[in-house]
């Protein structure tokens, strides 16, 4: 059975960190554009970040992400990661992981939520003093 996994959500305060995983199973990650999203309470679910396939490995993030956030992929453990650094209260929320197929000219639409066609079921971030 194909699916992500989502972990490493917790409770920090604010100006901590995390980091996110994504684990891919019956499938490989090497071969798809992976994102990281953000539903916050009440709010649409946004793009955080973005890594392309392995055969280019671009990453993209959003303007509030920039110098935060690092995204990567490790191969070997068919995983993605998000990397978080001084987090805010606006941080907090459900990330998901998400695949995608789409090649470069899509690349500076990496945020768009209809550009990815398999969901993680998330993990909850919660930044709280």
């Known amino acids: 059975q194909e699916q992500l996994v989502e972990s490493g959500g917790s409770v920090v305060q604010p100006g901590g960190s995390l980091r996110l995983a994504c684990v891919a199973s019956?499938?490989?990650?090497?071969?798809?554009?992976i994102g990281w999203f953000r539903q916050a309470p009440g709010k649409e679910r946004e793009g955080v970040a973005c890594?392309?396939?392995?055969?280019?490995?671009?990453?993209f993030y959003s303007d509030s992400e920039k110098g935060r956030f690092t995204i990567s992929r490790d191969m070997d453990k068919n995983t993605v990661y998000l990397q978080m650094n001084n987090l805010t209260f606006e941080d907090t929320g459900v990330y998901y992981c998400?695949?995608?197929?789409?090649?470069?000219?899509?690349?500076?639409?990496?945020?768009?939520?209809?550009?990815?066609?398999?969901w993680g079921q998330g993990t909850q971030v919660t930044v709280s003093s």
């Open positions: 998400a695949t995608g197929a789409f090649n470069g000219h899509f690349y500076s639409m990496w945020s768009r939520r209809d550009l990815y066609d398999r």
């Open positions: 019956g499938f490989s990650l090497d071969y798809y554009n």
């Open positions: 890594i392309s396939s392995s055969l280019d490995e671009k990453t």
